[in-house]
Protein backbone atom coordinates (compact mmCIF):
# COMPACT_ATOMS: atom_id res chain seq x y z
CA UNK A 1 0.00 0.00 0.00
CA UNK A 2 1.36 3.78 -0.72
CA UNK A 3 2.47 5.36 2.26
CA UNK A 4 0.59 8.40 3.18
CA UNK A 5 1.21 11.83 4.82
CA UNK A 6 -1.11 14.25 6.44
CA UNK A 7 -0.14 16.92 8.96
CA UNK A 8 -1.45 16.09 12.64
CA UNK A 9 -3.97 18.50 13.00
CA UNK A 10 -5.13 21.57 11.13
CA UNK A 11 -7.79 24.08 12.50
CA UNK A 12 -10.25 26.82 10.85
CA UNK A 13 -13.10 29.08 11.23
CA UNK A 14 -16.84 27.99 11.31
CA UNK A 15 -18.31 29.03 7.43
CA UNK A 16 -14.57 29.01 6.63
CA UNK A 17 -13.19 27.19 3.65
CA UNK A 18 -10.54 24.23 4.66
CA UNK A 19 -8.42 22.10 2.66
CA UNK A 20 -6.53 19.08 3.69
CA UNK A 21 -3.78 17.99 2.15
CA UNK A 22 -2.74 14.36 1.94
CA UNK A 23 1.41 13.26 0.10
CA UNK A 24 1.10 10.01 -1.37
CA UNK A 25 4.23 9.88 -3.20
CA UNK A 26 4.29 6.32 -3.49
CA UNK A 27 1.02 5.84 -5.05
CA UNK A 28 0.23 3.56 -7.56
CA UNK A 29 -1.36 3.62 -10.75
CA UNK A 30 -4.38 1.47 -10.00
CA UNK A 31 -4.40 3.09 -6.19
CA UNK A 32 -8.13 5.26 -6.15
CA UNK A 33 -7.52 7.96 -3.50
CA UNK A 34 -10.09 7.91 -0.37
CA UNK A 35 -11.06 9.88 2.21
CA UNK A 36 -12.75 9.17 5.38
CA UNK A 37 -13.89 11.13 8.56
CA UNK A 38 -13.85 9.88 11.94
CA UNK A 39 -16.14 12.22 14.26
CA UNK A 40 -15.79 11.53 18.06
CA UNK A 41 -16.63 8.50 19.56
CA UNK A 42 -18.05 7.71 16.28
CA UNK A 43 -17.03 5.01 13.56
CA UNK A 44 -15.67 6.18 10.54
CA UNK A 45 -17.48 7.99 7.77
CA UNK A 46 -17.19 7.74 3.71
CA UNK A 47 -16.22 11.06 2.69
CA UNK A 48 -15.51 10.87 -1.10
CA UNK A 49 -12.94 9.08 -3.82
CA UNK A 50 -11.45 9.78 -6.76
CA UNK A 51 -8.25 8.43 -9.44
CA UNK A 52 -7.44 11.13 -11.49
CA UNK A 53 -10.26 13.61 -12.05
CA UNK A 54 -11.08 16.11 -9.58
CA UNK A 55 -14.34 15.02 -7.61
CA UNK A 56 -17.40 16.60 -5.89
CA UNK A 57 -20.23 15.42 -3.95
CA UNK A 58 -22.45 16.96 -1.47
CA UNK A 59 -19.71 16.58 1.56
CA UNK A 60 -16.25 17.89 0.19
CA UNK A 61 -14.47 18.19 -2.54
CA UNK A 62 -11.62 15.98 -3.82
CA UNK A 63 -8.86 17.89 -5.44
CA UNK A 64 -6.24 15.48 -7.51
CA UNK A 65 -2.37 16.39 -8.64
CA UNK A 66 -2.19 15.82 -12.24
CA UNK A 67 0.96 13.29 -11.20
CA UNK A 68 -1.30 11.87 -8.37
CA UNK A 69 1.64 12.12 -5.85
CA UNK A 70 -0.69 14.51 -3.54
CA UNK A 71 -4.60 15.40 -3.01
CA UNK A 72 -6.62 17.78 -0.89
CA UNK A 73 -10.14 17.45 0.45
CA UNK A 74 -11.80 20.78 -0.15
CA UNK A 75 -14.69 21.53 2.55
CA UNK A 76 -16.05 24.48 1.17
CA UNK A 77 -17.71 26.00 4.51
CA UNK A 78 -16.64 24.30 7.70
CA UNK A 79 -19.57 23.64 10.43
CA UNK A 80 -18.49 22.53 13.76
CA UNK A 81 -20.06 19.45 12.79
CA UNK A 82 -17.15 18.43 10.55
CA UNK A 83 -14.53 18.35 12.99
CA UNK A 84 -13.62 15.46 13.09
CA UNK A 85 -9.96 13.11 11.97
CA UNK A 86 -9.71 12.88 7.88
CA UNK A 87 -8.28 9.65 6.57
CA UNK A 88 -6.51 9.63 3.30
CA UNK A 89 -6.47 6.29 1.98
CA UNK A 90 -4.70 5.13 -1.27
CA UNK A 91 -6.21 1.86 -2.35
CA UNK A 92 -6.39 -0.48 -4.97
CA UNK A 93 -9.86 -1.75 -3.90
CA UNK A 94 -11.22 -3.02 -7.80
CA UNK A 95 -12.21 -6.55 -7.67
CA UNK A 96 -8.95 -8.04 -8.43
CA UNK A 97 -7.03 -5.18 -7.25
CA UNK A 98 -4.17 -5.97 -4.56
CA UNK A 99 -5.98 -4.19 -1.93
CA UNK A 100 -9.51 -5.09 -2.69
CA UNK A 101 -11.90 -5.11 0.07
CA UNK A 102 -9.33 -3.69 2.36
CA UNK A 103 -8.69 -0.30 3.57
CA UNK A 104 -5.37 1.04 5.47
CA UNK A 105 -6.23 3.62 8.15
CA UNK A 106 -3.28 5.87 9.11
CA UNK A 107 -3.19 8.46 11.85
CA UNK A 108 -5.20 10.67 10.00
CA UNK A 109 -5.43 14.77 10.25
CA UNK A 110 -7.26 16.06 13.20
CA UNK A 111 -9.51 18.91 12.22
CA UNK A 112 -10.71 21.50 14.82
CA UNK A 113 -13.35 23.93 13.81
CA UNK A 114 -13.86 27.35 15.78
CA UNK A 115 -17.53 29.10 16.06
CA UNK B 1 -33.13 1.08 8.46
CA UNK B 2 -30.78 0.65 11.73
CA UNK B 3 -27.33 0.42 9.27
CA UNK B 4 -24.40 -0.94 10.92
CA UNK B 5 -25.33 -2.37 14.50
CA UNK B 6 -23.34 -3.68 16.73
CA UNK B 7 -23.07 -6.16 20.51
CA UNK B 8 -22.39 -5.19 22.87
CA UNK B 9 -21.36 -1.65 23.32
CA UNK B 10 -19.09 -2.02 26.02
CA UNK B 11 -17.54 -5.16 27.28
CA UNK B 12 -14.73 -6.15 30.17
CA UNK B 13 -13.10 -9.73 29.90
CA UNK B 14 -10.66 -11.05 32.31
CA UNK B 15 -7.22 -12.17 30.50
CA UNK B 16 -8.59 -15.71 28.96
CA UNK B 17 -11.81 -15.22 28.92
CA UNK B 18 -13.44 -15.60 25.69
CA UNK B 19 -16.23 -13.33 23.76
CA UNK B 20 -17.98 -12.89 20.68
CA UNK B 21 -19.05 -9.56 19.14
CA UNK B 22 -21.82 -9.61 17.28
CA UNK B 23 -22.05 -7.54 13.41
CA UNK B 24 -25.15 -7.31 11.65
CA UNK B 25 -26.01 -4.89 8.51
CA UNK B 26 -29.72 -4.62 7.02
CA UNK B 27 -28.21 -2.65 3.82
CA UNK B 28 -28.04 -6.27 1.56
CA UNK B 29 -24.21 -5.31 1.45
CA UNK B 30 -22.23 -8.01 0.31
CA UNK B 31 -18.94 -7.30 1.81
CA UNK B 32 -18.48 -6.96 5.83
CA UNK B 33 -15.58 -5.66 7.74
CA UNK B 34 -13.69 -6.54 11.18
CA UNK B 35 -11.45 -2.89 12.20
CA UNK B 36 -9.68 -2.34 15.49
CA UNK B 37 -8.41 0.68 16.85
CA UNK B 38 -5.87 1.32 19.35
CA UNK B 39 -6.03 4.41 21.19
CA UNK B 40 -4.43 7.58 19.08
CA UNK B 41 -4.15 5.70 15.94
CA UNK B 42 -6.09 4.99 12.93
CA UNK B 43 -8.18 1.34 12.28
CA UNK B 44 -6.09 -1.86 11.55
CA UNK B 45 -7.61 -4.14 9.82
CA UNK B 46 -8.63 -7.65 11.56
CA UNK B 47 -10.44 -9.78 9.16
CA UNK B 48 -13.26 -9.20 6.22
CA UNK B 49 -15.44 -11.05 4.31
CA UNK B 50 -16.05 -10.22 0.81
CA UNK B 51 -19.02 -12.35 0.28
CA UNK B 52 -21.45 -14.54 2.30
CA UNK B 53 -19.45 -18.07 2.80
CA UNK B 54 -15.80 -15.91 2.23
CA UNK B 55 -13.66 -14.81 4.77
CA UNK B 56 -10.11 -13.86 4.55
CA UNK B 57 -7.53 -12.44 7.14
CA UNK B 58 -6.37 -8.68 6.96
CA UNK B 59 -3.80 -7.12 8.62
CA UNK B 60 -3.76 -8.17 12.47
CA UNK B 61 -5.92 -11.41 12.26
CA UNK B 62 -3.61 -13.33 15.16
CA UNK B 63 -6.26 -13.70 18.62
CA UNK B 64 -9.48 -13.55 16.25
CA UNK B 65 -11.67 -15.67 14.29
CA UNK B 66 -14.53 -15.14 12.71
CA UNK B 67 -18.08 -16.25 11.44
CA UNK B 68 -19.88 -15.33 8.26
CA UNK B 69 -22.87 -16.12 9.86
CA UNK B 70 -25.30 -14.96 6.48
CA UNK B 71 -25.66 -11.89 4.31
CA UNK B 72 -26.15 -10.07 7.29
CA UNK B 73 -24.25 -11.27 10.16
CA UNK B 74 -20.56 -11.31 10.69
CA UNK B 75 -19.44 -11.40 14.33
CA UNK B 76 -16.03 -11.91 15.48
CA UNK B 77 -14.33 -14.04 18.05
CA UNK B 78 -11.78 -14.04 20.89
CA UNK B 79 -10.98 -17.27 22.40
CA UNK B 80 -8.62 -16.38 24.64
CA UNK B 81 -8.45 -12.70 25.73
CA UNK B 82 -4.96 -10.83 25.73
CA UNK B 83 -4.63 -7.14 27.47
CA UNK B 84 -3.07 -6.65 24.12
CA UNK B 85 -6.45 -6.72 22.56
CA UNK B 86 -8.36 -4.25 24.50
CA UNK B 87 -9.41 -1.82 21.75
CA UNK B 88 -12.26 -0.20 19.78
CA UNK B 89 -13.92 -2.38 17.12
CA UNK B 90 -15.72 -1.44 14.28
CA UNK B 91 -18.13 -3.62 11.67
CA UNK B 92 -18.23 -2.18 8.39
CA UNK B 93 -20.13 -3.40 5.30
CA UNK B 94 -19.90 -2.30 1.58
CA UNK B 95 -21.71 -3.04 -1.83
CA UNK B 96 -19.38 -5.85 -3.72
CA UNK B 97 -16.82 -3.73 -5.69
CA UNK B 98 -17.61 -0.11 -4.26
CA UNK B 99 -15.08 1.18 -1.66
CA UNK B 100 -17.55 3.07 0.56
CA UNK B 101 -17.89 1.29 3.58
CA UNK B 102 -20.54 1.71 6.34
CA UNK B 103 -19.21 1.85 9.72
CA UNK B 104 -21.12 0.90 12.81
CA UNK B 105 -21.00 2.62 16.04
CA UNK B 106 -17.66 0.37 17.64
CA UNK B 107 -17.51 -1.98 20.77
CA UNK B 108 -15.37 -0.66 23.63
CA UNK B 109 -13.13 -3.72 24.55
CA UNK B 110 -11.03 -3.63 27.59
CA UNK B 111 -9.14 -6.86 29.08
CA UNK B 112 -7.87 -6.96 32.36
Known amino acids: DAKTTQPNSMESNEEEPVHLPCNHS???????IHWYRQLPSQGPEYVIH???SNVNNRMASLAIAEDRKSSTLILHRATLRDAAVYYC????????????????FGQGTILTVHP | NAGVTQTPKFQVLKTGQSMTLQCAQDMNHNSMYWYRQDPGMGLRLIYY???????DKGEVPNGYNVSRLNKREFSLRLESAAPSQTSVYFC???????????FGPGTRLTVL
Open chain 2, 49 to 55: SASEGTT
Open chain 1, 26 to 32: TISGTDY
Open chain 1, 50 to 52: GLT
Open chain 1, 89 to 104: IPSDWRAGGTSYGKLT
Open chain 2, 92 to 102: ASSVAGRSEQF
